[in-house]
């Protein structure tokens, strides 16, 4: 089992920047699939991005491309989500996720655990 904790959100204008943090407990963080998701008002949660146990290889939403970037540090048990040229329509609670299972990585089904989530907002 793993718990899952988010940092890094906060207020930020169109344009800058920000970076999510997600620290995972326990001693096998390497063995996680990990994704990051989001969900703004009145919509359904949607996938952003998803990096694979060695960060071999990496998945983003259309949306994000070029943007964001998912990355992991698996000494420190910490997965990360730098966005850049951030926009209004960015603005929602992110997430991170995770699982052992490397199948179907864009869909929320596809995840074991949750973190509780990091509030985004972009101001136009």
């Known amino acids: 089992q793993v718990q899952l904790l988010e940092s890094g959100g906060g207020l930020v204008q169109a344009g800058g920047s920000l970076r999510l943090s997600c620290a995972a407990s326990?001693?096998?963080?390497?063995?996680?699939?990990m994704g990051w998701f989001r969900q703004a008002p009145g919509k359904e949660r949607e996938f952003v991005a998803a990096?694979?146990?060695?960060?071999?290889?990496?998945y983003y939403a259309d949306s994000v491309k070029g943007r964001f970037t998912i990355s992991r540090d698996n000494a420190k048990n910490t997965v990360y989500l730098q966005m850049n040229s951030l926009k209004p329509e960015d603005t929602a609670v992110y997430y991170c996720a995770a699982t052992t299972a490397p199948f179907r990585l864009t869909a929320t089904s596809a995840y074991d655990y949750w973190g509780q989530g990091t509030q985004v907002t972009v101001s136009s």
């Open positions: 326990g001693r096998t963080f390497g063995n996680y699939f």
């Open positions: 990096i694979t146990r060695s960060a071999a290889m990496t």
